[in-house]
């Protein structure tokens, strides 16, 4: 699994919870298309994108401001940090959109395939103008199928195998998948909890797009 950024600096502002930055764009086009390529946009460098688009690059930082600084999540973190550092946020993203796949069923009445079949061809569809980052990620998200994957163990697992390489072994994030079996209970309510939250609060932001 590759991943594609610019800097350490950058890698530490990713967010990875791709499922749920696309799922909280409440079956929008646009938004999804914005709130998925958002950390790809550097600056303020959307103003030539179409309009609806640009609310959903607005939208994916809302979330993550609320995220960053909500409890739950630092919770997860801090079971994390000793070991990884200020790389903890990103793992407990990926850890949190495991647990989004895994009870997908809880939240939506389309099937996980169906759903993440939909937005790589919606990814296909607005090709021309995502950023090249996104571009260069889109295919090995697809033939990997990374999203729907996460539902699984073995996917988090290449998941931060990956993310492990990309930091040239310095993270030591391929370890973490011991951290989600060891504690996976914990993560799972602190997930639960956080995210009936997360959801009321994204709803309201969408509405007020």
């Known amino acids: 699994m590759r991943f594609f950024v610019n800097s350490a600096s950058s890698f530490d502002k990713l967010s990875m919870n791709f499922l749920a930055h696309i799922y909280l764009s409440f079956g929008d ?7 998925f390529i958002a950390d790809s946009i550097r600056g303020n460098k959307y103003d030539h994108l179409p309009e609806r688009i640009q609310k959903g690059i607005f939208l994916h930082l809302e979330i993550d401001t609320f995220t960053d600084a909500h409890a739950i999540p630092k919770i997860s973190s801090k079971r994390l940090h000793k070991n990884y550092s200020h790389y ?4 407990v993203d990926i850890f949190y959109d495991h647990f989004l796949a895994k009870n997908w069923g ?10 993440v079949e939909h937005f790589y061809d919606l990814l296909e569809a607005n090709y021309s103008i995502l950023p090249v980052g996104v571009k260069r990620m889109m295919p090995y998200m697809m033939s990997e199928n990374w999203i729907y994957n996460y539902s699984k163990m073995e996917g988090i697992a290449k998941v931060l195998n990956g993310m492990n390489r990309r930091t040239e072994n310095k993270s030591k994030m391929n370890f973490a998948i011991l951290d989600l079996e060891e504690h996976y209970d914990a993560f799972e309510k602190e997930f639960t909890a956080f995210f009936e939250e997360l959801i009321t609060f994204s709803k309201q932001k969408f509405i007020a797009l």
């Open 106 to 115: 809880r939240y939506s009445d389309i099937p996980l395939d169906v759903f």
């Open 88 to 91: 903890s946020r990103v793992i």
């Open 29 to 35: 086009d646009e938004i999804t298309v914005g709130n």
